[in-house]
């Protein structure tokens, strides 16, 4: 087998991938790669919205103490009416009269009022109408009905002179002396004047 000689490099052309600088410029751009078309594009289909999710409306922790705190304030308020009623079983939605034609009317009258004066009997009427006594609260009562109102004040100016304790319900023609407590609510059922000595 025979050898062929080796050539000398220097007669070999020069690589074709390193261009002429000058001839570079004038060659054409090679074509820009495909653009993928735009998602946000208006032309696209948009696909469907996730479903609203509806939050959940809490009331406000103030409204919730407000609301608490008016219930309770309505409770009490209904309670104290109602121990009203309950405490006060004599008054009536009646006007009292102004005035009565004798004790034992007037004794009558407050027994219906939820103030029972028990075991009437009359007594001497000097300077009045009628008189009477009878007892309440475990204490007697003088009733007394008199003909005009400055009668009414000259049966308190008596028995006042008497230096005693003395708790009268006046009237427009009559009077009721008897126990404090009692006495009071009598007037405050009347719509009457009420007086203590001392």
Not at 106 to 121: I, N
Not at 179 to 184: E, G, I, V
């Amino acid at each position: 087998m025979t050898e062929q000689p080796l050539q000398p490099l220097d007669h070999l052309d020069p690589p074709s991938s390193s261009p002429d600088p000058d001839t570079a410029a004038t060659q054409p751009l090679p074509s820009p790669m495909p653009v993928p078309p735009d998602p946000d594009d208006a032309t696209q289909p948009l696909p469907p919205p996730p479903p609203r999710q509806h939050p959940i409306h809490r009331p406000p922790a103030g409204l919730i103490a407000a609301l608490a705190v008016g219930v309770v304030i309505a409770g009490a308020v209904l309670v104290m009416l109602i121990g009203r009623i309950d405490r006060k079983p004599a008054e009536a939605a009646e006007t009292a009269p102004q005035r009565f034609a004798s004790p034992q009317a007037l004794v009558e009258y407050l027994d219906r009022r939820g103030l029972p004066c028990t075991g009437y009997e009359p007594v001497d009427a000097s300077a009045a109408l009628g008189r009477g006594r009878c007892e309440a609260a475990g204490q007697e009562v003088g009733v007394g009905v008199y003909a005009i109102h400055s009668d009414v004040e000259a049966q308190w100016s008596s028995l006042a002179d008497g230096g005693r304790p003395l708790f009268m319900a006046l009237g427009e023609n009559w009077t009721v002396e008897g126990p404090a407590d009692w006495t009071r609510r009598v007037a405050e059922v009347m719509n009457a004047q009420y007086r203590q000595q001392p």
